[in-house]
């Protein structure tokens, strides 16, 4: 009873000085602001790179040329390293198979990787795109399903063969007239590295469309046999990745160590490769992310700290100023607690309002960042729980010296201050 | 009739500074039900002191004090706030109403804090009540700077009479005000006193003091005279009189030539 009355008074107080009271909290609300606003962002971020890893297949397991290091970075790049070899893969394969004569069959499914960018000339039209070797199992690891036409398949890869399959958007932007099963048979020149004219391929099969992954078109690609890809079109003799395929999540451990073990002892001890499981990527990537977070919500932090003095400020401000109305309530029975419930009340009213407001501008802030930049936006509640959470503190906190101060002032001595 | 107001023996004795100064030096009084008291004195007599000490604002050094057959020379600041909520009502010189805020909500304010759990509708109906006394319902919903002296001093009488207080204390409630507004401020303190309630007020004016049913005059921390009023002003008759003079006037410029 009591205590609503006196939430009663802080808000009316509150009230009658609304621009004061506004820029009072602007801290808090820049603050919080920036806290959600970061939060939401860093948040889509991961999850996107959480989905693209996660798009890769499931329980993968990565071989990478170059040695990485504990906990490294992932180079997905090419030009890097150049120790992994096609003899590697075909190592690993052979490996697995004399393995799944036994009891083994841990691997599903393998596939070396080369991938380089290349223009693609079909139909007067050209485009620019990404063009992968792979092997027939590809399409298994990534549960990518062939709208029409096939897969190339085994014969392809031995015999260097010009096959290809093609995502969705090349046919958008290559055969813009024809229907995707009339695209089958369809030849298309791919330019490659150093041969004068491009190299024709026949198309075999179209890709299943499988849209973006935030602004990434995962149906802008090209698929040959990796032979293909290594001797015609980047004419060179390392792989960019090994895909390898555990057959359920507990083998991944196994295959792990399975294949690093093989590829040491291929390489004649010298680890010169990297093996990188799903959760070791992600973690990889999302690491510099939430480091980014961190460091962020500290600054955050540091401007609700600032919030909370300028409330502090402004709260001494006010006691002087209503010395005389402190003075009216203590002689007319206010307990010292009463007047101390009420600057309390109204340090802590401040800055919480603050604090919602700085999550609605946070929520309306990063949505409109987010869409601005093309970035995925993922606003985080219990971000905003703490957020809010934590402003009200900061208004306990430096709420409680001034109306401290003002609960002890002397009745006589308020009333009679000018 | 009872003494409301019983002191023995009061000292107050200030040492704040270098030197003890004490200022008020053993006064003994009592307040029966129904006076109408007034406290004067020069400035220094310590009239302010012993009111802030009636007042229940501050603490005797030394003596006792008799509110309402409570000993209130030993409470502390939180019983000293209630019993100042329940059985006082205060009435300044300058008036100290809440800025920006309704004289009905003024009204209400000792409500707010007082022991006894009030539903809103009961304050409101209670504090419109008191403004009905000192005829100001009309004004309930003005904010102070909407009013004029005089009835900002009736919104503050109003205040102090919301708790239905034991003594009414004034301290010099006619200080901030022209001379007609002082004696119809006193009409209402005389038509309450009517009503029984009690009243003690501080003034340094003679002709006010002369509204009073009493006067204590002190000097140097003691009272030095204690007398009844004979024949005392009445407001109505006052303000009258004051007409008179005003409309005789008014007929005097109306009859000189107009150049």
Same mark, same amino acid.
């Given at each position: ?47 996107q790179v959480q989905a693209a890893i996660a798009s890769l ?47 083994? @069959? ?16 079909? @139909? ?89 992954i935030g602004?990434q ?50 390489? @004649? ?16 990537r ?133 | 009739?009872?003494? =409301? ?13 270098? =030197? *003890? ?69 205060? &009435? ?74 034991? =003594?009414?204390?004034?301290?010099? *409630? ?9 004696? /119809? ?14 009243? =003690?007020?501080?003034?340094? /004016? ?15 921390? &003691?009272? &030095? ?35």
């Amino acid at each position: 009873m009591r205590f609503l009355i006196t939430l009663r008074m802080a808000l009316r107080a509150l009230r009658r000085n609304t621009m004061r009271s506004i820029l009072t909290a602007l801290g808090i609300i820049i603050g919080v602001f920036a806290v959600i606003t970061l939060v939401s962002l860093g948040n889509g971020a991961k999850t996107q790179v959480q989905a693209a890893i996660a798009s890769l297949g499931d329980n993968l397991v990565l071989v990478f040329p170059g040695n990485q290091g504990q906990g490294g970075g992932v180079r997905s790049g090419f030009g890097g390293a150049t120790t992994l070899l096609p003899t590697d893969a075909e190592a690993i394969v052979s490996s697995f198979q004399r393995a799944a004569s036994g009891a083994d @069959n841990s691997v599903a499914a393998i596939s070396p990787y080369v991938s380089a960018r290349g223009q693609v000339l079909a @139909n007067g039209l050209n485009w620019g795109t990404q063009i992968y070797g792979v092997s027939p199992d590809f399409p298994v690891i990534r549960s990518w399903r062939v709208a029409n036409g096939v897969f190339f398949e085994d014969p392809d890869v031995s015999g260097a063969t010009k096959v290809a399959v093609v995502g969705k958007t090349i046919i958008d932007n290559l055969f813009p007239d024809l229907d995707p099963a009339n695209v089958v048979g369809q030849s298309i020149r791919i330019f490659g590295q150093g041969v004068a004219g491009g190299t024709p391929f026949k198309i075999v099969g179209v890709m299943a469309s499988k849209g973006f992954i935030g602004n990434q078109d995962q149906d802008d690609v090209i698929y040959i046999p990796y032979t293909s890809h290594m001797k015609r079109i980047s004419r060179r003799t390392f792989l960019s990745q090994i895909y390898v395929q555990a057959k359920d999540e507990d083998s991944v451990v196994k295959v792990k160590a399975d294949v690093t073990d093989l590829l040491t002892q291929r390489h @004649n001890g010298n680890v010169d490769f990297t093996v990188q499981d799903q959760a070791d990527i992600t973690a990889a990537r999302t690491a510099s992310t939430t480091a980014m977070i961190y460091l962020l919500g500290a600054i955050a932090g540091v401007s609700l700290l600032v919030g909370g003095i300028g409330i502090m400020n402004i709260m001494l401000v006010s006691v002087t100023e209503r010395t005389r109305e402190i003075g009216i309530r203590l002689a007319l029975g206010a307990h010292g607690s009463d007047v101390l419930t009420q600057f309390l009340i109204e340090a802590i009213v401040l800055s919480s309002l603050g604090g919602l407001m700085g999550v609605a501008l946070g929520i309306g802030g990063s949505i409109a960042l987010g869409g601005y930049m093309n970035m995925p936006v993922e606003p985080s509640v219990p971000a905003m729980i703490g957020a809010v959470g934590f402003s009200a503190a900061v208004g306990v906190f430096f709420g409680y010296y001034p109306a401290r101060k003002a609960a002890q002032l002397d009745p006589i001595e308020a009333l009679r201050y000018e | 009739m009872a003494a =409301v107001v019983t002191i023995e023996e009061l000292h107050k004795i200030y040492d704040s500074g270098d =030197v *003890p100064v004490h200022a008020v030096r053993g006064v003994s009084l009592d307040i029966h039900r129904g006076e109408f008291v007034a406290l004067m004195g020069a400035s220094g007599s310590g009239k302010s002191t012993l009111m802030n000490m009636l007042g229940c604002l501050d603490r005797p050094t030394r003596g006792r004090y008799l509110l309402d057959g409570t000993d209130v020379s030993q409470l502390d600041k939180n019983e000293l706030a209630d019993i100042r909520n329940q059985k006082l009502g205060f &009435v300044f010189q300058g008036f100290n109403l809440l800025s920006r805020t309704t004289a009905l909500e003024n009204v209400e304010l000792p409500c707010l804090y007082g022991v006894r759990r009030m539903s809103s509708k009961k304050m409101r109906e209670r504090a419109m009540y008191c403004l009905e006394i000192v005829g100001l319902a009309n004004r309930a919903d003005h904010m102070p700077n909407q009013l004029s002296g005089g009835q900002q001093q009736r919104v503050a009488i109003a205040r102090a009479l919301v708790n239905e207080p034991q =003594v009414l204390l004034a301290d010099e *409630p006619t200080g901030n005000l022209d001379s007609k507004t002082s004696i /119809e401020v006193m009409g209402v303190f005389q038509k309450l006193n009517e009503q029984g309630i009690t009243i =003690v007020m501080v003034t340094h /004016e003679l002709d006010v003091a002369r509204y009073c049913k009493r006067n204590l005059i002190l000097r140097d921390g &003691v009272v &030095v005279r204690d007398e009844l009023i004979k024949d005392r002003s009445i407001a109505d008759t006052e303000l009258g009189k004051l007409r008179d003079a005003e409309t005789a006037a008014k007929l005097l410029a109306a009859g000189s030539p107009a150049r």
